[in-house]
């Protein structure tokens, strides 16, 4: 058997080769790859506890260690083999598990993402609330890393990142950025939001807050600064810009009436992106997009509480930029890119 550190290393090394995005290693199993949405067994030998247990002693300091007692579920970002890698540190059927997702070196552009030409449009805009939404492992982070890098390399702003961990790196170019991480240089999001009211902040991007009270928490100073000018870019796991705009709601309506919640979040929406990967036919990922922009009948619609009419009002304003999911799949499938089975 090998050594647990040099095993690891070169399971994550031969991943991060194929293309691969996540492992997941569990006992009773030999390590899964998965590999364009497909998992596949790196070798045939099956994980044990004591394996797992001596694997995390090579990465995890003896604070995160006692960290992990206490909660029995950990997330942090550690560099292995030279490669980068969300890892998830979590118990199940009282055994230790492990699932390590990696994290690209470079922050791709709009288009190596397949991001849709009407993105380019929210570039331009100053102040508001922008949301990068999908499920788990969409390709939210790298979405909303690659917007934060254009303005970074076009424009001369303040930005703040507040993440938890922190994933992609940036480097300061003509902007300002200041990546803020929760736990170590912050004690929670909302502290994080705090500052950024009482600084002269251009730009905030708030990585997902899984906490559902955080996050209802969090809500009136987003929209606080949303309202004013500075643009917060928001990740939110959800499937849809209906469900995106009802969970905002519901978080913000606990400070304030549900009308002036929902004139508030009309006044400062700027757009909604929803995303989901899908394997391209031939092999590789390809992004299929909702597109949800500001303009006024979807601003009235919002006022009136009548989210459930937006998918109408995205399927008639497509020289706008607009697109449904429905519309997305159509068109991937139509090109070849997908087939139809594997929506």
């Known amino acids: ?150 303005i970074n390399k076009t424009s001369v702003k303040n930005i703040v990142t507040i993440e938890d961990p922190i994933e992609y790196m940036f480097i300061s170019k003509l902007s300002l950025v200041t990546q803020r991480q929760v736990g170590d240089d912050i004690k929670t999001a909302e502290d994080g939001l ?31 600064l949303a309202s004013g000018n500075c643009l917060v870019i928001l990740e939110i796991n959800s499937d849809s810009s209906a469900r995106v705009l009802e969970r905002i709601l519901a978080g913000v309506s606990q400070k304030m009436s549900l009308e002036a919640a929902r004139y508030n979040l009309a006044d400062i929406l700027a757009g909604v992106i929803v995303q989901r990967l899908l394997r391209r036919r031939g092999g590789g990922l390809v992004l299929a997009n909702e597109i949800l922009l500001s303009n006024p009948a979807v601003k009235s619609l919002i006022r009136e509480g009548k989210i459930y009419q937006l998918q109408s009002v995205m399927q008639t304003s497509r020289k706008e930029g607009m697109v449904t999911f429905e519309k997305s799949l159509v068109d991937l499938v139509e090109s070849g890119e997908i087939r139809r089975e594997d929506i």
């Open 1 to 150: 058997m090998e050594v647990p550190s040099i095993l690891l290393n070169r399971i994550l090394s031969d991943m991060a080769k194929k293309n691969g995005s996540d492992l997941h290693l569990a006992v009773g199993s030999p390590p899964m790859i998965r590999v364009d949405g497909k998992f596949s067994a790196a070798g045939q030998e099956m994980i044990t506890s004591e394996i797992l247990i001596k694997i995390t002693e090579t990465f995890l300091s003896q604070e995160e260690i006692i960290k992990l007692k206490e909660n029995k579920d950990l997330i942090l970002v550690k560099n292995f083999a030279n490669f980068r890698f969300r890892v998830n540190v979590f118990y199940q059927k009282g055994q230790l598990s492990l699932s390590f997702h990696y994290i690209p070196g470079v922050i791709k552009s709009f288009p190596e993402l397949g991001l849709p030409p009407a993105c380019n449009n929210l570039l331009k805009v100053n102040s508001g609330l922008l949301v990068v939404a999908g499920s788990h492992n969409a390709g939210k982070t790298a979405t909303a890393v690659s917007f934060i890098e254009e």
């Open 194 to 224: 705090s500052y950024c009211l009482n600084e002269d902040v251009d730009i905030v991007y708030l990585g997902e807050i899984k906490d559902g009270e955080v996050f209802n928490r969090a809500m009136r100073k987003i929209f606080e």
